[in-house]
């Protein structure tokens, strides 16, 4: 007999599902119709919540993204704050802690069946992130802390130059070859920021706070 569920719980179960056989069979080898069987659904429900796997997928990744962005514009938006302090919390927000979810679909995002499912959650953090990040700079370029004419773009360059440099699923630095890649960070950050010689040291801190997998490498 099946169901009837508010859409609401219908969605979120389809997405559910999808999720975890994205990271349990990878996107590419899953279809419609694993999710189908998974859930015991006919396809016109599905087809009436999703038009394509491609829109689930849009949606499990904004699902696993929201969170560290709904925590970014709360501490974006904390007048107690001072600029470098919101810089380095929104950016500590959307680190993986070591037993969490996010920790664990960060892993499966590295393999090689989830390279799209990858992807589109590095793209999406960066267009989700850029708005909150830039009311951070303007702030600080008001103060006099920075003093860059493009706030929005510079963000985007430092968002996407760190996302993908510092991925160890797509790079595995030595540790000393990470340490003058997260100076040589710093630097650019400045630099481009026009910001204060070592104004931004605390990144070093931010990466040491990064958790470790059992072999005592970073995990991104």
């Known amino acids: 007999m099946r169901v009837s569920k508010e859409p609401e719980e219908r969605r979120n179960e389809i997405l559910d599902t999808a999720e975890l056989l994205f990271f349990s069979k990878g996107y590419t ?20 919540y999703f038009k ?8 499990v990744v904004q699902r696993i993204i929201e969170a560290g962005v709904a925590a970014a ?3 974006a938006m904390d007048p107690k704050l ?3 302090e919101k810089l380095l919390r929104i950016v500590m927000a959307q680190k993986p802690d070591a037993a969490g979810r996010k920790s664990h679909l960060i892993e499966q995002f590295h393999e090689a069946d989830n ?3 990858h992807q589109k ?9 850029t708005p909150v990040l830039t009311g951070v700079i303007k702030q600080g370029v008001e103060e006099q802390l920075f003093h860059t004419p493009y706030p929005q773009e510079s963000i985007e360059f430092l968002l996407i130059s760190s996302q993908f440099l ?3 699923g797509l790079f595995h630095w030595t540790p000393e070859e990470m340490m003058q890649k997260i100076q040589a960070f710093i630097y650019i950050m400045e630099t481009t920021l026009g910001a204060k ?12 706070q990064l958790p470790q997998d059992e072999g005592g490498e970073r995990r991104d």
């Open 166 to 168: 510092f991925d160890e």
């Open 115 to 117: 390279a799209q499912l």
């Open 29 to 48: 080898k899953t279809t419609i119709n694993d999710m189908l069987q998974a859930i015991g659904i006919a396809k016109g429900t599905f087809y009436y």
């Open 52 to 59: 394509s796997k491609e829109e689930v997928m849009d949606a």
């Open 121 to 129: 959650s590095l793209t999406e953090t960066i267009l989700q992130l």
């Open 197 to 208: 010689k070592g104004s931004f040291s605390y990144v070093t801190q931010m990466f040491a």
């Open 82 to 84: 001072t600029v470098h």
């Open 73 to 75: 514009k709360q501490i």
